[in-house]
């Protein structure tokens, strides 16, 4: 299969409104190009180096987004043109972002990342921590920075019971965190989870982006 017609195939196979972002990490220029001339245009990256090469080299009106776990030294590089930073996991980024953002007279679009595997190592809030942030959440303190929703990455295993209580379970946080917020969550709308293996059933549990790699690419080698 090519690259185009897995996108396209990716798309049919999923029901309107939920998007994807393309995980480019380790491809090359010509295999987003690929992809580009498709016409997809939402590309994430999980490294800050990688995403602002990437940039360089492609066109202009990609959407650039980034997946993976973010320092809080290097978002004045990514700040000037990120879409959507999926991997918002700490108060401190949280507050870097805001910053950054209106360094570069920007409001940038922030999920917060929660930590629902069962692996000790992944990034991400505490469910407690999430739902703390969201009572003591004033748009105002951060009008840099549009809370747009919650990302999370399930364990990875082949019991897809398990994948599937973990996003019920984040799907059901969304709920609750949204209505924490109340009106200071209007932009509070989208629901990050999902990969190459996993997708089906976190479109199934809720989300409303999911973020694949290798069913476009091809396995990373
Ligand atoms: C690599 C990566 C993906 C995509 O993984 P695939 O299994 O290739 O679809 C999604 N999210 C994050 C955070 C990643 O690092």
């Known amino acids: ?7 396209q195939g990716l798309y049919e196979g999923l029901p309107a409104g939920v998007k994807i972002v393309a995980v480019t990490k380790t491809r ?30 492609l066109p202009g009106d990609i959407e650039w987004h980034m997946v993976g776990h973010l320092q ?20 401190k980024l949280l507050n870097t972002v805001n910053k950054e953002a209106l360094k570069n007279k920007r409001v940038i679009d922030v999920l917060l990342q929660v930590h629902i595997a069962r692996e000790e190592s ?10 703390e942030l969201a009572s ?4 105002g303190e951060y009008p840099g920075i549009r809370l747009r929703g919650l990302m999370g990455m399930a364990t ?6 398990i994948v599937r209580d973990e996003f019920r379970y984040l799907a059901l946080l969304f709920r609750e965190v949204s209505e924490i917020l ?3 969550g209007r932009y509070f709308d989208e629901l990050s989870m999902g990969m190459s293996g996993d ?14 790699g290798s069913l476009i690419f091809g396995q990373r080698g």
Request: charged share 30%.
């Open 1 to 7: 299969m090519s690259i185009a017609g897995n996108i």
């Open 122 to 131: 992944k990034f991400g809030f505490s469910v407690e921590e999430v739902r």
């Open 199 to 212: 997708y089906h059933i976190a479109v199934e549990e809720g989300s409303t982006v999911v973020r694949i």
């Open 182 to 184: 109340g009106n200071d």
């Open 28 to 57: 090359t220029t010509d295999e987003v190009l690929e992809l580009y001339r498709a016409g997809h245009r939402i590309m994430g990256e999980n490294r800050v180096q990688e995403l602002i090469s990437k940039r360089e080299e």
């Open 72 to 91: 809080t030294n290097k978002v004045k590089y990514i700040a000037p043109f990120v879409g959507l930073i999926h991997s918002v996991d700490s108060a």
């Open 136 to 139: 003591n959440f004033s748009p």
């Open 156 to 161: 990875f295993t082949d019991d897809s019971e």
